[in-house]
Every structure is written in structure tokens, then in C-alpha cells.
């Protein structure tokens, strides 16, 4: 039987547009749901060793028994067809040079730095389920769930070149120790769940021994409880085998956007020297990446930029809190937060007589340096967050263009 009968006979028996609809319905996505990452995972790297377990999910995913007259070889022949004929924005390289894997993946940011140094990122994992929403629309790919479960950790490839992982920042950066304070938190290792994942990262660089291991976070990590923080990290990272470099980049001169990290690259290899790139240079002005014709719900309301005008002045009175001012077009703007799109009041562009209107999606994805055909998620709330969240990708590239020198 030629391919095209065989094709023709199971799309009698599952139909394309129930394929998408039920591989990719809302359970599949989320911290505890590995299943459709698994199917993705193997259908793009063809790797024999998820197969049996990809097509068993396969099976309860399109809710075919083992009674039906579908066998193992027709689904896959469907899967196959379905993964190959879809649109992926931002595709694997056909010829790496190097693979690494995408921890706390995010939106991609590491990814897409990493793939235009002809990477191949061979496993990612990411626990929001928008994230990974948006992850999958440009990569064609959905990351595996909670990095702390062994069910996940349990598909990470034996063997890999480079770790990447900008771990959560919230219980490390300024804001978010503060509000913690305020509220009698714990904050940096001692919250509960976000300042320990750390330490999955080095039970997973300890089991599969990368070459590299290339980390982010906030500038306030260096600071935190005085530089103990940063002292557990670096002595964690030694402990397990490997060198440890550091430093602080401001990503002003390759995005208009004052956004200080604290950047971490680790060797294998002990006689190694890296040095970080340095980013010279006149800092970027924020009106070259403004839209023109901005849509008018991006204007904020008269309620809204009233209290940002008395909660300025408060705030200045007192000498602390955030002040809420139009942006300066001929300077970088301010760094731009997951809490961006509540009120906008980091970066406000100024519209002559009427109120300032918030970024749009678009130029926050701009601000971090992503290109031009990154698909944005539906939903402006959640591309705020998403892009707050996420990395100054020109960095993320400069610092993995020298590691890869490197390797």
C-alpha cells in the first residue's frame, strides 16, 4: 500500500482536526503535564527511546482503545504527518554545532540566542502553562512541566553540551525582597518554593556533568543576605566539579532598556578562562522601537493617571517606593516587570495633551531584543508578564557566542 492510501485510510479513521484539537487541548499544558511534551519531543527528534511511551499517550490522548481498528504504525504515520506539516516560526538547525537544554525556559529567550549560534536545545522545561503555550507557538515544542518532579527530570538527555537556566528571580530581586519583608515573607533560599529550585539545577548538572553551565538572574542575587546567596551558589557550583565566572551586564547598549542581570557561566574543564563580553557604547534610545498609529486602549485612564501622579508624590515624600513618570524617548527605558501590565507605570509614553499610554506587546518584545516574527501570545496581560519575565536576548547570545568559542 502507497503512502497516499495509507494516509487516505487514517484519516477515515481519526480526522486532522480531531488530532489538534485533542493533542493539544488545555490538560496537555501545565506543571504537572509531561505527556504532550513527550509526544512533541519524540516526534521531533525521532529518538526510539520515547517511542513506546509516545505512542501510548498517543492512544489515551485521541481516546483510542486498544480494541479499535487503528493500529500503533497508523497513529504514528498521523502524528508524523500532523508535526511535519505544521508551521514552526523558530525551527531546530538542521547541522548543530552544539545541543544544550532549556531550563525554566520561559518564552524562549535562551533558546532563540542559543539556536542562532546553530544550538540544538534537546529538552526543555517551563511549569506555566501560558508560557508554554507561547513556547509551543514558536517552537513548535512543549516543554516538560515542573523541573522538580523525577518524572520530568527522568527525559533529560544522558548527554548535552551546555545547561541554561534562568532560574525565578523573585525571591532574589529588589521588589520582590522588599514586598516580602513588608508582608513577612520568607524570601531569596528560604521561600518555599521558588528559592530552592536552585538546587535542581545542580542535582541535574551533578547526574549529566554538561560542559557548560550558563546562568541568569537578577542583579540584587550578588547583594542578597549580605553575598551569602551568592556564596551557596558559587560554592554549589564548585563543589560539583566545575570553574565559576560572574559578573553584572546592563543590556542599555544593545536594547533601549536599563535591565541589569547578574550572568553566570560554569566550565567543566577547570583550565578554561572566560571572559564575558563588554557591552560599550552610547545606551539605545526607547523611541527607536516605538509603534507608530498605537491602538487607543494602550492610553491609560484619567482614574489611573491620577493616582500614579499622587502615588508619585507620596512615594517621593516619604523617600521610597516606585514613582510613576513619562518615559525620557531619548534614553533607555526603565526595566520592564512581570507587574508591568497592572498598571504600566515603569515605562509610560508620553502622548502630548492626552494621558501616556503603556507599551504594547510588540515593543516589549522589542525592549528584550526578540525578533520581529515572534508570535505573541493572545493575550496582552500575559505577554506583559511573559516578557517582564524574561531575558535581554542580544546578551544571552554575546555571552553564549564566547561560550561556544569555548567549547
Not at 4 to 14: A, L, Y
Not at 62 to 86: P, T
Not at 214 to 236: A, P, Q, R, Y
Not at 255 to 267: A, D, G, N, S
Request: charged residues 25%.
Amino acid at each position: 500500500m502507497n503512502m497516499v492510501n495509507e494516509q487516505n485510510q487514517i484519516f477515515n479513521n481519526v480526522l486532522i482536526e480531531n488530532v489538534i484539537k485533542k493533542l493539544f487541548r488545555n490538560e496537555l499544558f501545565g506543571p504537572e503535564n509531561y505527556k504532550g511534551a513527550l509526544i512533541i519531543h519524540y516526534l521531533s527528534t525521532l529518538d526510539n527511546n520515547l517511542k513506546i511511551k509516545a505512542l501510548i499517550f498517543l492512544r489515551e490522548i485521541l481516546e483510542i482503545s486498544d480494541d479499535k481498528d487503528v493500529d500503533d504504525r497508523d497513529i504514528e504515520i498521523l502524528a508524523k504527518w500532523w508535526y511535519k506539516n505544521q508551521f514552526i516560526a523558530f525551527p531546530k538547525p538542521e547541522e548543530p554545532e552544539f545541543t544544550f537544554i532549556d531550563l525554566f525556559a520561559g518564552i524562549g529567550g535562551f533558546r532563540l540566542a542559543l539556536q542562532d549560534l546553530n544550538g540544538k536545545c534537546v529538552f526543555s522545561s517551563e511549569w506555566n502553562k501560558d508560557s508554554q503555550r507561547t513556547y509551543f507557538s514558536n517552537f513548535g515544542e512543549i516543554p516538560f512541566g515542573d523541573i522538580t518532579l523525577d518524572v520530568t527530570k527522568s527525559y533529560i538527555p544522558d548527554n548535552f553540551d551546555i545547561l541554561c537556566a534562568g532560574f525565578p528571580c523573585q525571591p532574589f530581586s529588589l521588589a520582590g525582597v522588599s514586598s516580602r519583608n513588608f508582608l513577612g515573607l520568607e524570601h531569596g533560599f528560604n521561600h518555599p518554593t521558588q528559592g530552592n529550585l536552585f538546587f535542581d539545577i545542580i542535582d541535574i548538572a551533578k547526574k549529566h556533568q554538561p560542559k557548560v553551565i550558563f546562568l541568569e538572574n537578577v542583579k540584587n542575587l550578588k547583594s542578597h543576605d549580605k553575598g551569602n546567596t551568592f556564596k551557596i551558589i558559587e560554592e554549589s557550583l564548585r563543589d560539583i566539579g566545575y570553574s565559576f565566572f560572574s559578573t553584572i551586564i546592563n543590556s542599555k547598549t544593545v536594547v533601549p532598556q536599563k535591565r541589569e542581570r547578574t550572568y553566570m557561566v560554569c566550565f567543566k574543564d577547570k583550565r578554561i578562562n572566560f571572559e564575558f563580553p563588554t557591552f560599550e557604547g552610547e545606551p539605545l534610545k526607547l523611541k527607536s522601537i516605538l509603534q507608530e498609529n498605537v491602538p487607543e486602549k494602550y492610553t491609560i485612564s484619567d482614574k489611573l493617571w491620577e493616582g500614579h501622579i499622587r502615588r508619585t508624590k507620596n512615594n517621593l515624600e516619604r523617600g521610597t517606593g516606585f514613582s510613576a513618570n513619562t518615559a525620557d524617548l531619548e534614553k533607555p527605558a526603565r526595566t520592564i516587570v512581570a507587574r508591568y501590565g497592572k498598571d504600566g507605570k515603569e515605562c509610560l509614553i508620553p502622548q502630548g495633551d492626552n494621558n501616556p499610554r503603556m507599551l504594547t506587546p510588540r515593543e516589549c518584545a522589542r525592549l528584550m531584543g526578540f525578533p520581529e516574527d515572534y508570535i505573541l501570545p493572545p493575550s496582552d496581560s500575559v505577554a506583559y508578564k511573559q516578557f517582564g519575565n524574561s531575558v535581554a536576548m542580544p546578551v544571552i547570545q554575546e555571552i553564549g557566542r564566547l561560550i561556544k568559542n569555548k567549547l
